[in-house]
């Protein structure tokens, strides 16, 4: 069964300031995606950024990119000149490209963004 | 194309009682799956359906829990006999038949067991 770890329960960033929030995995398959989500205080779930396990390239979307190690089995989120809208929680997620797809979560980090 | 809609968006029930979850997918989404989250947890996998099918329940409690996804209709999540631990946020999330591609939630139904 595959298992995702977010070490970082909590996160803070001065706004316009750039944060890093941590992820690793651990699978035994070669092909598979990644994904962080985004719960702010409304509590819905935001796709961020997405990375297929077979693109070398990482992801970027606007401010946010991620740094894919595939070897490491590990898959951090950047952040880039913050803003007070990004405070929320970040869950990072795993989901096999067998037939299920199932997301995989973590146990997710509480971003906070000082003004 | 509206997103995926679940409702009711919070549920308060007594102790004993049952809750009926509906999820409506995403227009031409035929696969949906179910999350619980508690509270200050991650979302967990309860289960996934397909139209009339249920593909995979390996994340459903044993006893009082079900789901159905029919022809018609949208999905419905169960829990008969609530507890206070049944007290949680339940996603819904659906995707295309075509593997791979994203996965879309719901803005959660909140249930409370009193």
């Known amino acids: 069964a595959q298992t995702v770890t977010q070490s970082q329960p909590e996160m803070s960033v001065q706004e316009a300031e750039t944060v890093t929030l941590s992820c690793t995995y651990d699978t035994s398959e070669s092909d598979y995606y990644l994904f962080w989500y985004k719960q702010p205080p409304s509590r819905q779930m935001i796709l961020v950024i997405r990375?297929?396990?077979?693109?070398?390239q990482n992801a970027t979307e606007n401010r946010f990119s991620v740094n894919f190690q595939k070897a490491a089995k590990s898959f951090s989120l950047k952040i880039s000149d913050s803003q007070l809208g990004d405070a929320a929680m970040y869950f990072c997620a795993y989901r096999s490209a067998d037939a299920g797809n199932m997301l995989t979560f973590g146990g997710g980090t509480r971003l906070m963004v000082k003004p | 194309n509206a997103g995926v809609m679940q409702n009711p968006r919070h549920l308060v029930r007594r102790r004993g009682q049952e809750a009926r979850l509906r999820c409506s997918p995403m227009k031409g989404h035929s696969h949906v799956y179910w999350y619980r989250q508690l509270p200050e947890e991650g979302l967990k996998f309860m289960v996934y359906l397909q139209k009339e099918n249920i593909i995979d329940e390996s994340g459903m409690p044993k006893e009082r829990f079900s789901a159905e996804f029919p022809k018609e209709g949208p999905s419905i999540l169960r829990i008969q006999q609530v507890v206070r631990g049944d007290s949680a946020a339940y996603f819904c999330?659906?995707?295309?038949?075509?593997?791979?591609?994203?996965?879309?939630f719901g803005e959660g139904s909140w249930l409370t067991v009193v």
């Open positions: 999330a659906s995707r295309t038949g075509i593997s791979g591609n994203t996965i879309y």
């Open positions: 990375q297929e396990a077979y693109k070398q």
